[in-house]
């Protein structure tokens, strides 16, 4: 089953991105535990109407203020929709919610991207295959 790992990573080696920060992010398709090489996406955030297309329901607002100022990455998170995951630095409680909405799991690691996409996809093959992670 191929599937999508979305990384926020400024030079491709290392995570070295916070979601919030990111201004773009690599999207890597695993297929049968081989890794495809990555598409970047440019994180085209616009301007408040864009918030129309992302916030129907208000969910993502906190406070009553504009998503709290998280419009920006409700929008990022539209972009990464098809992804299985992503991977940064570190990621703010609102955008985790905004993240387990779509099922999209998140992991924030301080490490090269070859490490975290060889541990994240060691992870998925063995929840796919329905083994224990105790091993």
Do not use: W
Not at 68 to 86: F, L, M, P, S
Not at 116 to 135: C, G, Q, V
Request: glycine share 6%; hydrophobic share 35%.
């Amino acid at each position: 089953m191929a599937y999508k790992i979305a990384v926020a990573s400024s030079d491709g080696i290392e995570v070295n991105e916070a979601f919030g920060n990111a201004a773009r992010f690599l999207i890597f398709t695993v297929n049968n535990e081989t890794i495809e090489p990555p598409e970047e996406r440019i994180c085209t955030v616009g301007d408040e109407s864009d918030i129309s297309s992302v916030c129907k329901d208000n969910t993502c607002r906190g406070n009553g203020s504009r998503c709290n100022n998280y419009t920006g990455n409700a929008i990022k998170v539209e972009q990464i929709a098809d992804c299985r995951c992503v991977v940064c630095q570190k990621i703010g409680f609102q955008v985790q919610k905004q993240l387990e909405r779509k099922a999209i799991s998140f992991f924030d690691v301080s490490c090269t991207v070859e490490e975290a996409l060889s541990k994240i996809i060691k992870y998925y093959s063995r929840i796919d295959k329905h083994e224990s992670l105790r091993k």
